[in-house]
């Protein structure tokens, strides 16, 4: 069956509606998705930022805020700005994504944490914030913590990081079919017709 | 009638498409074009930037090569890489663009010198280059030079560009009615759009 990877940073408004809306467009054209969460901050800081560009560059932030409220208008995508900070912190978010994809809970997660981040001007690094989501989802908060928060795990996200940069990612969401890269929640439809037409045998 | 400004620079590969799909989406929703070229040297420069982004980030670079191949390939419109130098210097291009809205043929110069930039592997800052474009669309290439070199031709672009930085402008090619602004090729449709419904009475 055809498939892609979506990177994500929790972090990343562009990768809010592409977590909204991977599922919906991908299961019509029969593709399935691997989550992949990673970090930006080890790749920004390599090309000698220390914060977002939308931050860095104002007249580039402006406009990116004003295209998210026309994107998520458009697919009927709450948006409320965070409040306090911008970019958020997501490191503990995506250890805990990580340390779902075994159980499957991974996308579930994911899309919660984007709305805490994006419509509910939560904190998401916030472990009471992280807990919640997981107790609403029928998890116990106590013991995925504990998970997320092993040697191993916090290395295995060093790593998906790694992989993401050897991979030629730069920003945040890309799409991966191979060695094939997309990037930005614009492409999602393209990278789904590619794994459509390249992998689908 | 609804209209919409195309903000274009001729070193920009995402500009390319889009002058070249402008006038038939457009067109196709009854919305007006005005075609103004600008500079993104200055905007760039005002950055921090002495080069184009995408020779700055390699791995972001790499990827808009692929990306605009795909783009084309997907749209019908060829593409060869500059063979000798990217970004090229599309200053005096951008001369003779300005200095043709009045007599209403910067659309068909345009296109012809993103042709020879991205499609024939040409020098666009070769005085021979630009002259072949005007004679092969039936123009005296020598009056025109010297209408795109006086000094008051050469402030116009200079207020061009001073324009696009004053609406929020910071990349090529944009898309602007009234004070919404649009960024890139991929957002062409939703511009016309835009136009189509807030303007169009």
Redesign the interface.
Known sequence: MASLELWYEFASTYSYPAAMRVARVADAAGVTVRWRPFLLGPIFGS?GWNDSPFNI?P??G??MW??LE?ICAAEGIPLKHPPFRFPQNGLKAARIALAGEAEGWTPAFTRAVYAANFAEQKDIADDAVLADILMRMGKDASAVTVAANTAENKDRLKKQTEEA?AR????APSFTIGDE????N??LE?AVAWAKENLDQ
Chains 1, 2 share one sequence.
């Open positions: 090309q560059y007249a580039k402006k406009n004003r295209d026309r940069i030629g990612i730069y920003g890269l997309f990037w930005g614009d492409r393209q």
